[in-house]
């Protein structure tokens, strides 16, 4: 019975020491593999850039099919699986590489040489894709336009609406600017007292001197105004005169004397009863026998 507590003991320091070297030696062999995954898809593709620049530099270029094989073996552990997807991935979804894969006909090796041709259904997954892309933009577009135009559209309402408030002030301040004035014309031709005045024009008697004093300034500033220019006062004017004077070719200067006779120079003596020049008493030629009458 003495030999039965040791076994436990033994077995417990045994798998505590088989514990602790593999446990240290699993970390660190998991730690390496995790950090070479880490890598990300622009450093994965600026090394292929380094290595095979024939392909992965310039203008985008369609792909040999199952290139990972061949970077693999042309670049053994330098890249894993997974970054080299994460590049693929993210590179072959660019719009230049699927506007290089919709206009081409080949595909293209690790030194930049033709390496098969592209299919027409390769093409026409890559001219629907630019197509839907290029739909979303054109929506993006039309929808940012028509939000500016919404947006200048409710400026110009809000610019609108602020014009119509000033007016209606400016329009509220001149009323009551002249009912100031009416009122200090009441108050300055009424027999009534003070108190009566404000009690028939609904004034607190306390505030009748201010708004009349402030009535009295602005009849002040309304004198010292210029007024416009108009048209000239000719109330004053006796009457006949035209306004500015006789307006040119009105009215017939006074002949001279004799000149009525000068005008029937050259003519001939004006027959009594008869028109000038010829014809008989009544008008009737001479060379016509009187009507007889029956």
Request: charged letters at 30%.
């Given at each position: 019975m003495s030999t039965t507590p040791a076994a436990p003991a033994d077995s417990a320091a045994t798998e505590a020491q088989a514990s602790d070297t593999p446990v240290v030696d699993a970390t660190e062999a998991s730690a390496a593999p995790a950090a070479k995954t880490e890598i990300s898809p622009a450093a994965t593709g600026a090394r292929l850039a380094e290595?095979?620049?024939?392909?992965?530099t310039?203008?985008?270029?369609?792909?040999?099919?199952?290139?990972?094989?061949?970077?693999q073996e042309r670049a053994p552990g330098e890249f894993s699986?997974?970054?080299l997807s994460a590049f693929f991935r993210r590179h072959t979804g660019t719009t230049p590489y699927?506007?290089?894969?919709?206009q081409g006909?080949?595909?293209?090796?690790?030194?930049?040489?033709?390496?098969?041709?592209?299919?027409?259904?390769?093409?026409?997954?890559?001219?629907?894709?630019?197509?839907?892309?290029?739909?979303?933009?054109?929506?993006?577009?039309e929808e940012a336009i028509q939000a500016q135009r919404e947006a200048q559209r409710e400026v110009q309402r809000e610019a609108r609406k602020q014009d119509r408030a000033a007016q209606q002030q400016d329009q509220?301040?001149?009323?009551?600017?002249?009912?100031?004035?009416q009122l200090l014309r009441d108050f300055d031709t009424t027999r009534l007292t003070a108190a009566n005045?404000?009690?028939l024009k609904g004034i607190a008697p306390d505030a009748l001197e201010a708004i009349l004093a402030q009535a009295r300034e602005e009849a002040k500033q309304d004198a010292l105004r210029p007024r416009p220019e108009g048209r000239r006062d000719h109330r004053d004017a006796p009457r006949g005169e035209h306004r500015g004077g006789p307006r040119e070719g009105q009215g017939r200067a006074p002949r001279a004397p004799g000149a009525e006779g000068a005008l029937r120079e050259g003519r001939g003596p004006r027959r009594e009863g008869g028109r000038e020049g010829g014809g008989r008493?009544?008008?009737r030629p001479d060379n016509r026998p009187p009507r007889k009458t029956s």
């Amino acid at each position: 019975m003495s030999t039965t507590p040791a076994a436990p003991a033994d077995s417990a320091a045994t798998e505590a020491q088989a514990s602790d070297t593999p446990v240290v030696d699993a970390t660190e062999a998991s730690a390496a593999p995790a950090a070479k995954t880490e890598i990300s898809p622009a450093a994965t593709g600026a090394r292929l850039a380094e290595l095979f620049p024939a392909l992965f530099t310039g203008p985008a270029k369609p792909f040999k099919l199952r290139i990972q094989v061949d970077i693999q073996e042309r670049a053994p552990g330098e890249f894993s699986k997974q970054a080299l997807s994460a590049f693929f991935r993210r590179h072959t979804g660019t719009t230049p590489y699927l506007i290089a894969v919709s206009q081409g006909t080949q595909r293209f090796d690790l030194d930049g040489q033709p390496a098969g041709e592209l299919t027409e259904e390769h093409r026409q997954v890559a001219t629907d894709e630019l197509a839907r892309r290029r739909a979303i933009t054109k929506a993006r577009r039309e929808e940012a336009i028509q939000a500016q135009r919404e947006a200048q559209r409710e400026v110009q309402r809000e610019a609108r609406k602020q014009d119509r408030a000033a007016q209606q002030q400016d329009q509220q301040a001149q009323q009551e600017r002249r009912n100031r004035a009416q009122l200090l014309r009441d108050f300055d031709t009424t027999r009534l007292t003070a108190a009566n005045f404000c009690a028939l024009k609904g004034i607190a008697p306390d505030a009748l001197e201010a708004i009349l004093a402030q009535a009295r300034e602005e009849a002040k500033q309304d004198a010292l105004r210029p007024r416009p220019e108009g048209r000239r006062d000719h109330r004053d004017a006796p009457r006949g005169e035209h306004r500015g004077g006789p307006r040119e070719g009105q009215g017939r200067a006074p002949r001279a004397p004799g000149a009525e006779g000068a005008l029937r120079e050259g003519r001939g003596p004006r027959r009594e009863g008869g028109r000038e020049g010829g014809g008989r008493e009544g008008g009737r030629p001479d060379n016509r026998p009187p009507r007889k009458t029956s």
